[in-house]
């Protein structure tokens, strides 16, 4: 295995109240091609700008073949930088934007030359050295912002959502010209992106981010295959993600079925979060020696293949890829194989929120009063947790007086129902089962009815 | 005639009538003599006379020093202004551009007041200080407008390559502010040279600029005379702009 060129040792941010970056550990292997990849907001370009330097983390450590860069300025360190929306210089032409760095270096008129050239011809520029900046197409402009971070001979490339601003096509052939100067140059790219899909194409790593924390990071095939949460299961690729209940090793229940599957080593009767791909669920026209059966309700033609949407008999949607069209309303016989059937561990099985007591009646937590049945044992001003199950938080369109509201941060459909994050600044968030159609970003009001609200001590 | 010209007819009665007639007039007040014949006479007495040629130096000089000085003052200021590390607030900003919503006259007469009171001397130092104090702010706004506007990635990229935050002002916040410097030059430069309200208060007309003696050919009903003078002084505006014109679009790169 190649040897380490960066390490990351837990670093942290924040900006105002607000956790970008939550302890980061992450080791980059020389000539590796990474990707750090997730939704806006998840922190992913705050950790390559504080590899670059442009951005000083509050605590942790960035080291760059075992020496601490932490606090060396940007100017100094021997990493290159492509900006999202390539900064070029308008005051320079093509020829001075990529010697900018070799000059303040004071090379030679004759190498700064010969090298520009060299470069021109990697991004297949030639001859354009005296063109405008402004003058060159998206395309044009992205390769002379290669062109200018290679020239100063980095050791390490970084990619700051460099194809975001292309359009599709040309985004497809930048990507093949990424992956090709990749193994020609063989040196470490660490690219961010948003797009799942370009992650999968280019990187030998990826590492999913989401709310300044990293969820997984593997292979391609690990991430889109194995991913560890429903989060990254529901961000790469398209799945079906839904709740089960592993009966015991090898065997699981969801959708009201049991099914072999070939994990191990959960706790019997444990909760679990299953994934399957749309084209792991095989699709028939007969009804018997099926596993289930279901009704198509919708299908699509999308290229390749048809996409359908199938309710299965004990009413759960599920989404189904397959090479053959079948009629929507015709049933149909289906089957999961049982490793197509990914078994996860829930992040968590209910909510459980720091609380204090007020009275027998009353305790308060998210910032707010709720009235419950306090257990005797418990005193006024007494610190207290509060449980309370996913589909026990009703959610208001409206805010009322004196109860706690907030975003809906990410949403996942689970075959039946919704399951929703609804977070508020300074606050833990509340994880939500429903059955109402919420968009990301809507504010919604939390209610929870007195029975529902169970208090324990502290530490159970 | 369609709908959106008849819109501009007023606009354009309004610049015939204001702008377009006057400017006429001047012309053909500088070309003539007394009498309403056709001359040379009025500009080339301009050039034989020695005393005009030399307020027309010293207007000129004042001017470049004036512009000079603004520049000096106003871009670091600017800088600073712009910089959200040292500014925080918009209403600093507001603090700098207060003194241009009152009324130039105004101030000058107050600095030439306060000057009188503090017993200084008038001359030369009062009269830079008075067009230094009335076109600083004209100075400041262009840049800091352009400074405060500019895309922090590209001080970013310039670090990212190598260069140290001076080389990344040299290199690249500097080329690209040029344009905010040539329309702050234009704002300075061109009126200054117009100028004689400043050099009247400021210097008790002790100096005098090309703008009071045009003042004083007008106010002595030398039309022809003061036409020519001011005829010249376009001129020189002209090609001021011209020059500025071209500076701003050869920094800028061409529009696309």
Redesign the interface.
């Known amino acids: 295995m190649a040897e380490t060129i960066i390490k990351i040792e837990h670093v942290s941010k924040s900006y105002g109240r607000g956790n970008v970056l939550d302890d980061i550990n992450l080791d980059i292997r020389k000539g590796e091609f990474i990707t750090i990849v997730g939704p806006s907001g998840c922190g992913k370009t705050t950790l390559l700008r504080i590899i670059a330097g442009l951005v000083q983390a509050d605590s942790g450590t960035v080291s760059l073949g075992g020496k601490d860069i932490t606090s060396m300025p940007p100017y100094k360190r021997p990493l290159n930088m492509v900006f999202q929306r390539y900064a070029l210089f308008p005051h320079l032409n093509v020829y001075e934007n990529i010697a900018f760095g070799m000059k303040l270096q004071k090379k030679s008129e004759e190498e700064i030359d010969n090298k520009v050239r060299r470069l021109l011809k990697l991004v297949s520029l030639t001859d354009y050295e005296e063109r405008d900046v402004n003058s060159l197409s998206g395309g044009q402009q992205q390769r002379v912002a290669i062109a200018r971070a290679l020239a100063n001979s980095p050791q390490v490339l970084l990619l700051d959502e460099p194809l975001s601003a292309l359009d599709y096509k040309m985004r497809k052939d930048m990507q093949m010209e990424l992956k090709e100067m990749h193994k020609k140059l063989g040196l470490t790219f660490i690219n961010v992106t948003h797009d799942q899909e370009e992650a999968i194409t280019l990187s030998d790593t990826v590492i999913v981010m989401n709310e300044g924390k990293i969820q997984q990071i593997g292979t391609p095939e690990d991430i889109y295959n194995e991913p560890c949460n429903s989060f990254v299961a529901d961000f790469i690729g398209a799945s079906n993600i839904l709740d089960g209940t592993m009966i015991q090793d090898r065997k699981v229940n969801f959708i009201g079925h049991d099914f072999d599957c070939v994990d191990e080593g959960f706790a019997e009767n444990e909760p679990v979060d299953i994934v399957i791909r749309p084209e792991d669920i095989y699709i028939v026209n007969k009804l018997e020696s099926v596993q289930f059966t279901g009704v198509v309700k919708s299908c699509t033609f999308k290229g390749v293949h048809y996409e359908m949407f199938v309710d299965s008999d004990n009413g759960y949607e599920l989404m189904i890829q397959d090479y053959n069209a079948f009629e929507p309303g015709s049933t149909v016989g289906l089957i999961i194989k049982p490793q197509d059937i990914q078994v996860m561990h829930k992040y968590k099985m209910e909510n459980t929120f720091d609380a204090v007591v007020i009275d027998s009646q009353h305790v308060s937590f998210l910032g707010s009063e709720f009235e419950c049945t306090v257990p005797e044992r418990f005193k006024p001003d007494d610190k207290v947790t509060a449980h309370v199950a996913f589909d026990k938080v009703d959610l208001l369109d409206y805010c009322q007086d004196g109860k706690p509201e907030g975003k809906v941060r990410f949403i996942i459909y689970k075959g039946d129902h919704y399951h929703l994050k609804v977070y508020k600044r300074g606050q833990t968030s509340v994880y939500v089962d429903t059955n109402d159609v919420y968009d990301k970003g809507d504010l919604v009001g939390i209610n929870i009815a007195p029975e529902d609200i169970i208090i324990t001590a502290c530490d159970e | 005639m369609n709908n959106r010209s008849t819109w501009s007819l007023p606009y354009f009665i309004f610049l015939v009538i204001f702008v377009v007639m006057p400017l006429l007039l001047v012309l053909f007040y500088a070309f003539q003599d007394g009498q309403g014949h056709f001359t040379f006479a009025n500009i080339l007495r301009f050039f034989s006379d020695s005393d005009s040629l030399a307020t027309f130096a010293l207007s000129i000089e004042v001017a470049i020093e004036n512009t000079v000085i603004c520049i000096l003052l106003g871009y670091p200021l600017a800088w600073i202004l712009a910089n959200k590390e040292y500014n925080k607030s918009a209403v600093t900003v507001v603090l700098f551009i207060l003194p241009m919503w009152i009324n130039a006259l105004m101030r000058t007469l107050a600095t030439a007041e306060l000057f009188s009171m503090l017993g200084v001397n008038l001359g030369k130092g009062t009269l830079l200080f008075g067009m230094v104090y009335d076109y600083l702010p004209f100075m400041i706004y262009p840049i800091y407008n352009i400074l405060s506007k500019m ?1 922090k ?2 001080s ?9 935050p001076v ?1 990344v002002f040299f ?2 916040t500097l ?2 502010s040029m344009p905010g410097v040539w329309s702050g030059v234009l704002m300075v430069f061109m009126p200054t040279v117009s100028t004689f309200a400043i050099s009247e208060f400021l210097t008790n007309n002790k100096i005098k600029l090309f703008g009071t003696i045009i003042q004083e050919n007008i106010n002595s009903s030398m039309w022809n005379y003061g036409a020519a003078l001011a005829f010249v002084m376009l001129l020189i505006i002209g090609i001021t702009k011209f020059i500025a014109e071209d500076e701003e679009v050869a ?6």
């Open positions: 895309d990635s590209y970013e990229a310039a670090q990212d390559l190598g260069a140290s080389k290199k690249v080329p690209l920094t800028e790169g061409p529009r696309k």
